[in-house]
């Protein structure tokens, strides 16, 4: 991960399979709420390695000076890090009319990425295709998000499988499952911030590739429960800048929960061997 080692020669990680950046898995996305360009910096310095996108939360990126929303903007993209505004605002340029525009304005700010949700505002299948269609046509990668933000409405598996096909058919490379950003009470979590296991169980039956996906994840015990079920190479969303390295660490083996799965499958594959230390 890092270019220097401070540990080298005295303990190594059990898993090396990490892929580095750009993957395609294990893809992490940090939901920013509004850090400073120096906390941004102090991020990047110590955890750029294990960051995939970096997406300025909601639309609070309409709020931002100029000169610090283009300076975050070419700071995350100066560590190879794809970087978006949150989906919100483009659902309120499409309320607008204005979706064209937003993504041609997004390109001449240095984004990368366009998220297309429908977490606020209810679009019709042709409003969620010209505001992929948009954002390709400006140059740019497209997420999509299914869900609602609304507690009240609760997430079909049918409905998810549907729009990933749709979604990827029209362009998207990635589609995102909401948690929004507290992970409770909304897309594949209940109220407590438990997954709903069946949704999640007949969604991944439906969709064999899992890196097509990615499931937003605010919690630390959301990330270890995802991570258990379907490996390091999850993509995880929504993680909290300051739960970044903690994140890595769990994926990496390096964190109680996953360290202990690691050490069994090391006993269970070299014997007892493996436990001495």
Not at 228 to 234: A, E
Request: with cysteine; proline share 5%.
């Amino acid at each position: 991960m890092r270019a220097r080692d401070p540990w080298a020669g005295a303990v190594a990680e059990l898993s090396t399979g990490r892929p580095p950046k750009p993957r395609k898995t294990g893809l992490t996305m940090v939901i920013d709420k509004g850090l400073g360009a120096h906390e941004t910096g102090d991020l990047l310095d110590i955890a750029s390695d294990a960051i995939d996108y970096i997406k300025f939360a909601f639309g609070t990126s309409l709020l931002y000076p100029s000169r610090v929303l283009e300076k975050k903007i070419a700071l995350i993209r100066e560590r190879g890090i794809h970087v978006y505004p949150g989906g919100t605002l483009f659902e309120l340029a499409c309320v607008q009319g204005k979706a064209k525009a937003f993504a041609r304005r997004a390109k001449e700010l240095g984004f990368t990425v366009l998220e297309v949700s429908e977490g606020t505002v209810d679009l019709t299948a042709d409003d969620r295709l010209r505001m992929i269609d948009a954002a390709l046509a400006a140059g740019l990668l497209v997420v999509t998000e299914v869900g609602k933000k609304d507690p009240a409405v609760r997430l079909e598996a049918t409905r998810v499988v549907t729009q990933v096909e749709a979604d990827l058919a029209a362009g998207a490379h990635l589609v995102i499952i909401e948690g929004r950003d507290s992970g409770a009470g909304a897309g594949a979590y209940d109220e407590l911030g438990r997954p709903y296991e069946e949704l999640v169980s007949q969604v991944l039956q439906a969709l064999p590739r899992p890196e097509v996906l990615m499931w937003e994840a605010p919690q630390g015990k959301q990330q270890v429960y995802w991570i258990q079920r379907l490996g390091p190479g999850v993509n995880l969303g929504n993680v909290q800048p300051a739960d970044v390295l903690a994140l890595e660490a769990t994926r990496r083996a390096l964190r109680g929960d996953t360290l202990r799965d690691a050490l069994c499958r090391l006993t269970e594959v070299f014997g007892e061997a493996a436990e001495e230390c």
